[in-house]
C-alpha cells in the first residue's frame, strides 16, 4: 500500500511527486513517458527561470530533479483503470499488474485532438504543432497554416501571424468562433482563410514543407507550401479512467476546488485534465504543487482519525 499514487509524468505530475517526496510520502508514479505534451514543444520561452529551452530539455531538467529522491516509478505503463477500496484505491496498468494507495493524484493531461493524416504522426515535433503559443515563434519569418474553425484556431492564427510572415487558416466547415475573433482575423493583413478546404496530407521528409488539400466545391486537389502547421481542432482529456468515480464537465475534464480536491475524498486531480483555466506549462507545476500539498494534508488527517479510533 503506497501513501501516494501519481497518475501522469507531465509537469503536473513530476512537480507533485517531488513535492510528495519531500513529505517523505511513499510514492508510485505511473506514466507513459516523463514530459507529456511537453515533448512536442520546440521552444518554451515563458517558463521562468529560462528565457528559451527546448521542451524536451525543460522536461529532462524536470526528470534529473524528480531523480533525486526515492521515486518508486513505472514508466512505459498506462494506466487503465482506478477504483475505490476500503482503505483508498487500487489502480491497474495495461500490462495487468495492480498497485493500491492510500490517495491518488490524477495529472494524465489531455491529448490534441488530431487530424489522424499520413505525415502527421511523423512530423510532431518538425513543423507539425499543437501549441500556437509555445511554438508560435519559432517559425518566425515562415508561411505556415492553421487547422481549424473554432476560437482556438482563430486565435492560433492571430497569435502565430505576429511571427510568421503568413498564416493560411483552413477549414472544412463554416467558422464557429466568436464574431469579434472572426472580425479581427478577417482584417489581419498577414492572415487568409481557406474555408471549405479539407486537408489530406502533411509532406516532408526531416521537416513540414507542405501540405496537400480538397476543395471541398470543385473536388480538386491543391497543393500549399508551408513551413509548419498547428493543428487546432480540440483537446481530449485523458480522463477516462476515472469516468463515473468523479465529477466531470461536458468537455470530460475532472472538476476541482482551490484545493485540487475532486469530490472523491483522497482522489485529487491536477494540470491540463482538470477544469483550470489556461492550460500552461507554469500552471500546470503550481497545481501540481497544491495537489501534492492536499493529498498530504488529507493522509495526515485520515492517519489522525484512524488513530483515535482504534
Request: aromatic share 6%; with cysteine.
Amino acid at each position: 500500500m503506497h501513501d501516494l499514487i501519481i497518475l501522469g509524468g507531465g509537469p503536473a505530475g513530476m512537480t507533485a511527486a517531488v513535492y510528495s517526496a519531500r513529505k517523505k510520502l511513499n510514492i508510485l508514479l505511473i506514466s507513459q513517458d516523463l514530459g507529456g505534451q511537453v515533448l512536442w514543444t520546440l521552444s518554451v520561452e515563458n517558463y521562468m527561470g529560462f528565457t528559451f529551452i527546448e521542451g524536451p530539455d525543460l522536461m529532462r531538467r524536470f526528470e534529473e530533479h524528480i531523480a533525486q529522491f526515492p521515486i518508486d516509478m513505472r514508466i512505459g505503463e498506462k494506466a487503465v483503470f482506478v477504483g475505490q477500496l476500503d482503505n483508498g484505491f487500487e489502480v491497474r496498468t495495461e500490462s495487468g499488474e495492480s498497485y493500491q494507495g492510500r490517495a491518488v493524484i490524477l495529472a494524465t493531461g489531455k491529448r490534441p485532438r488530431q487530424l489522424e493524416l499520413p505525415g502527421e504522426a511523423r512530423l510532431q515535433g518538425r513543423g507539425v504543432s499543437y501549441c500556437a503559443v509555445c511554438d508560435g515563434p519559432v517559425f518566425a519569418g515562415e508561411v505556415v497554416a492553421v487547422a481549424g474553425s473554432g476560437n482556438s484556431a482563430l486565435e492560433a492564427a492571430r497569435d502565430v501571424a505576429s511571427f510568421a510572415e503568413h498564416v493560411i487558416l483552413v477549414a472544412r466547415d463554416p467558422l464557429v468562433a466568436d464574431e469579434m475573433l472572426v472580425d479581427s482575423v478577417k482584417r489581419h493583413s498577414k492572415i487568409t482563410m481557406l474555408l471549405g478546404h479539407e486537408i489530406r496530407a502533411i509532406k516532408g521528409f526531416d521537416r513540414v514543407t507542405g501540405i496537400t488539400m480538397r476543395d471541398l466545391v470543385t473536388g480538386e486537389d491543391v497543393g500549399l507550401e508551408v513551413a509548419g502547421i498547428f493543428v487546432e481542432i480540440g483537446l481530449i482529456p485523458n480522463s477516462e479512467i476515472v469516468r463515473g468515480l468523479v465529477h466531470m464537465n461536458d468537455a470530460g475534464e475532472i472538476l476541482v476546488n482551490g484545493y485540487c480536491e475532486t469530490n472523491m475524498p483522497g482522489l485529487f486531480a491536477a494540470g491540463d485534465v482538470t477544469n483550470v483555466p489556461h492550460k500552461q506549462i507554469v500552471v500546470a507545476t503550481g497545481e501540481g504543487a497544491k495537489a501534492s500539498l492536499q493529498a498530504h494534508m488529507y493522509l495526515l488527517r485520515t492517519e489522525l482519525l484512524a488513530g483515535a479510533l482504534r
